[in-house]
């Protein structure tokens, strides 16, 4: 069963409107933490936010805020006033404390902004 | 901090022929990631290493595929022999222990077999 699931493998945004990226997750720990990265067509893969499974509030960078609903084991990713820069490559990551460390990542979604 | 360092950032090697992969890590993390990035797969877990000794490998793809630590400061992933469907981009990243740590990805290598 796949561990985290990213639903939407396209999306598009106008230019200074808010967009959710979808990320749901499957685990049986208590202790964990979410991520969100960036993958620009450059290449590089760069970290834009964590949730530890124990935070009582959602984990807001910047424009980027995530969306944590325990319950439902969803991790979704809000960008606010999207920016042309902000076409990318998302990925949805997981770290479980039974795992020893490792890092199970989702399929990613693409956003692309238009203006 | 210089972050991860991977080399070559490029790779053009014949099909048969062996290919080394290196990667410095953050100095400091205990955890070293391999990963592997193509089209049809998506972002993969090669093998993990935790304070030098590798942790799960069962990500490697087979025998032709092998990952080393000799130190906290440097890592390699070498394939022999290569054949062209190991063309991909190859990560490296590293992190601290617990699960509040993201991971740092090095600039990726990009190898074409041909």
């Known amino acids: 069963a796949q561990k985290i699931t990213q639903t939407q493998p396209g999306m598009f945004v106008q230019e200074k409107e808010a967009v959710t990226l979808d990320c749901t997750y499957d685990?049986?720990?208590?202790?964990?933490?979410l991520f969100w990265y960036k993958q620009p067509s450059s290449g590089e893969m760069i970290f834009l936010i964590y949730q530890g499974s124990y935070d009582q509030q959602n984990a807001t960078e910047g424009r980027y805020s995530l969306n944590f609903q325990k319950a439902r084991k969803s991790a979704n990713l809000v960008i606010s006033a999207s920016q042309l820069g902000d076409s990318a490559m998302y990925f949805c990551?997981?770290?479980?404390?039974?795992?020893?460390?490792?890092?199970?990542f989702g399929d990613g979604t693409t956003l692309t902004v238009k203006p | 901090d210089a972050g991860v360092i991977q080399s070559p950032r490029h790779e053009v090697t014949e099909m048969g022929q062996e290919v080394t992969l290196r990667c410095k890590p953050i100095?400091?993390?205990?955890?070293l990631f391999w990963y592997r990035q193509t089209m049809m797969r998506g972002l993969e877990l090669l093998i993990y290493?935790?304070?030098?000794?590798?942790?799960?490998d069962s990500g490697m793809p087979e025998d032709r595929f092998s990952a080393k630590m000799p130190n906290a400061s440097f890592s390699t992933l070498k394939i022999q022999p290569s054949e062209p469907r190991d063309s991909a981009v190859y990560f490296c990243?590293?992190?601290?222990?617990?699960?509040?740590?993201?991971?740092?990805f090095g600039p990726g290598t990009r190898l074409t077999v041909t």
């Open positions: 685990t049986s720990d208590p202790s964990y933490g």
């Open positions: 290493f935790n304070n030098n000794v590798p942790i799960d």
């Open positions: 100095s400091g993390h205990d955890y």
């Open positions: 990551a997981m770290r479980e404390v039974t795992n020893a460390g490792k890092s199970t």
């Open positions: 990243a590293s992190s601290s222990g617990t699960t509040s740590y993201e991971q740092y």
